[in-house]
Nanobody, 123 residues
């Protein structure tokens, strides 16, 4: 089976930085895009960023553009999310996901999901 495992979450102060990692393992799957989504308490899951695996093309949600950077290491089968200038409203569980689509920002286009990493931004 496919496994996506996130790491790097934690507690950070407003204005601080964190880097999330997500490594894919197990059965090979069609990984045309890898994305990050997040879900805050009482809110629906929302798109954060995605990267096309082959070309490196990136797309971002407006709320994180200029603060977050998605990248990938093909050899390590790992996708990263560098989060800078964190705000209180960035507090959420962050999920890594894999899709056969190219550069989608829709959760329903993603077939494989990690279990999530908690990011808490505090004052």
């Amino acid at each position: 089976q496919v496994q996506l495992v996130e790491s790097g979450g934690g507690l950070v102060q407003i204005g601080g930085s964190l880097r999330l990692s997500c490594t894919a393992s197990g059965r090979t799957f069609t990984k045309n895009s890898m994305g990050w989504f997040r879900q805050a308490p009482g809110k629906e899951r929302e798109f954060v960023a995605a990267i096309v695996w082959s070309s490196g093309r990136r797309i971002y949600a407006y709320s994180v553009k200029g603060r977050f950077t998605i990248s990938r290491d093909i050899a390590k089968n790992t996708v990263y999310l560098q989060m800078n200038s964190l705000k209180f409203e960035d507090t959420a569980v962050y999920y890594c996901a894999g899709s056969a689509m190219y550069g989608s920002d829709r959760g329903r286009d993603y077939d494989y999901w990690g279990k999530g990493a908690q990011v808490t931004v505090s004052s």
